[in-house]
């Protein structure tokens, strides 16, 4: 069972910075692709970015330019930057670890954008 924990939330004016971090449990990170996802009141859960094993990365079109996903395999921690944040990046974001069977998902970290 893989665990994976969160970080980094809070309540930031438009225009403004954040760095989401998520820490999973497991000695084999390095071969997992992680992802970060969102879901604003009333919508689906979106993809936000995704980051491979070879960190090969993709975005969703709203975050491009914005965002930016990393990862620190000794650390067994992915990252998401947010700059440049607008109101419409309200939502719980989402980390999530991908295996060839499932995926694993933290319990989510709030983002406010607002004035």
């Known amino acids: 069972q893989v665990k994976l924990v969160e970080s980094g939330g809070g309540l930031v004016q438009p225009g403004g910075s954040l760095r989401l971090s998520c820490a999973a449990s497991t000695s084999i990170f390095s071969i997992y692709t992680m992802g970060w996802y969102r879901q604003a009141p009333g919508k689906q859960r979106e993809l936000v970015a995704r980051?491979?094993?070879?960190?090969?990365?993709n975005y969703a079109d709203s975050v491009q330019g914005r965002f930016t996903i990393s990862r620190d395999n000794a650390k067994n921690t992915v990252y998401l930057q947010m700059n440049s944040l607008k109101p419409e990046d309200t939502a719980v974001y989402y980390c999530?670890?991908?295996?060839?069977?499932?995926?694993?998902w933290g319990q989510g970290t709030q983002v406010t954008v607002s004035s």
């Open positions: 999530n670890l991908e295996t060839t069977t499932r995926g694993y």
């Open positions: 980051i491979t094993s070879g960190s090969r990365r």
